[in-house]
């Protein structure tokens, strides 16, 4: 049989019985769509939260309080509740070579009040290199100096979240007074908008000294954590091996059970990564149950095809068809089922991600490859799911066939 020939009578047969086909088809959409959209969502939220982490320092390694506990790794006491760093720990530090800045922190969340209205918001005590290890930039006004330290100042920058929430949009907060813990502070600066969502967004934060923070604020010397930024990315095994050498030592504790734990960016990314992966497969196998579900109904649909025609197939056997004619024709119907569902599918996917996007507030993003897997497990459908059937009427009598009533 030529391939003309095929497709001729592939679209009669299906175009016979339009309801019929057009439900069937709407099982593939249906799997099809929902796979797109979930996959698009997943790949769009790792794209999210890698911009996220690398919008956070160029060669970050992050030092936090904690206590390692033999058998169970390591065992965070809370960030900001542990009490194992303390200030001496910048200037070993600042000693190792190949460490361009040190940013020592210390935070808390507080109630902030200005002009009648309040928010509440993290507030962390920072030193002038806060800016260079975490790409921090001022959109307005300055930063925290050195002589903000020295001298304890009660001043404050606020991201653009906080700003917008205590003087409203269009305001210049600059030079204008908020409470914090009932305590005065000056607005001196409002730093660039970064974007963040979920558990951290550097919008919605206030710096303010660090040695306000820990002597007026909080109280005690000790840190929340210690962000550290290397020279170069091949340097940051290093660093960190050194890092960790040195505070182990200065805390007089064993390197198997430090009293601290040091990250590195491409250790959170990769554990993020890896999540947001089996969070986006996990979404693509329960759609993929639709999918199972349309190839039961083709296999149904085109089981009902042939007991319907089979004095059809036994003319045409009769006449000098082979089974490998009428077995192509069979399965030629059913892949052009799922290609069809499946092109239709990815539009409706491609249209689900976007509507996401759009009023969800949810990033997605839809790839090449993605839509080439979608057509890929099209055809696998119309192909392990039409198959039975198709072997069936090429199998039948072609006597047989022709007594059928």
Known sequence: MKVQDLFQETYTALSANKARSGLTILGIIIGIGSVIAMISIGQGAAGTITSSIEGLGSNLLTVSPGVAQQGSGFVSAGRGSAQTLKNEDIDVIRQIAGVAYVSPERQGRYQIVATGNNTNSTVIGVSPEYAMVHNVSVADGSFITEANLRSM???????????????????????????INKLNFKVIGVTQTKGGSGFFNPDDMIF????????????GEYLSSIAISVETKDLMPQVQQEATIALADKHHVDLETPDFSIISQADILGTLTQVTGTFTIFLAAVAGISLIVGGIGIMNMMLTTVTERTREIGLRKSIGAKKKDISMQFLAEAVMLTFLGGGIGVALGWILSILVSSFAGIATSVSFSTILLAFGVSAAI??????????????LNPIEALRYE
Request: net charge positive; hydrophobic share 40%.
């Open 153 to 179: 100042g009660r001043v404050v920058v606020l991201g653009p979240t906080v700003a917008q929430d205590l003087f409203g949009e269009g305001n210049d907060p600059i030079g204008k007074t908020i409470r």
């Open 208 to 219: 303010v000294p660090l040695t306000t923070m820990q002597k007026i604020l909080a109280g």
């Open 382 to 395: 119309g192909i392990v799911f039409g198959y039975y059937p198709a072997r069936r009427a090429a199998s």
